[in-house]
């Protein structure tokens, strides 16, 4: 019975997530969290939950954008360090470039995101691959 309720438990929390809105206001409340975890601030448990879920979203889109950026030939969006970059340095890039820009909160998670990377990391005469210059 222990067991079952834990699986259930495991299957709602990540529901509860599902549902909510993906756009800059959700980003910036779910990085910020995780920014302060980072900073080694105790957080409450929805706080715990949206570090975790902002953590999450930004591995899968550095990850995804990496291998599509090494599977298609044209310029990637942006060009992260040769030597890689941290997801807590990612959330970090993110909040502040959201904080700066409250009007455009409405626009989706990923788009503001990948905003946020190209402002960051810009390709400098890209040869087609992340980090890397002609």
Known sequence: MTAFLLIAMA???????????????A???NCTSAVRELDKEVLKTQ??????HCIGYLNGFTDSHSVDSIAK???????L???GLETGQVARIVVKYLKGR???LHQSARILTALALTHAFP??????KPGKKE
């Open 11 to 25: 299957a709602i929390i990540p529901a509860a997530h599902a549902e909510e809105k993906s756009d800059g206001n």
């Open 27 to 29: 980003l910036l409340r």
């Open 47 to 52: 706080e715990g939950l949206d570090a975790v």
């Open 73 to 79: 030939p044209q310029k990637p969006l942006y060009c």
């Open 81 to 83: 360090p040769v030597d």
């Open 102 to 104: 409250p009007e455009i």
């Open 123 to 128: 390709c400098e005469k890209a040869a087609g």
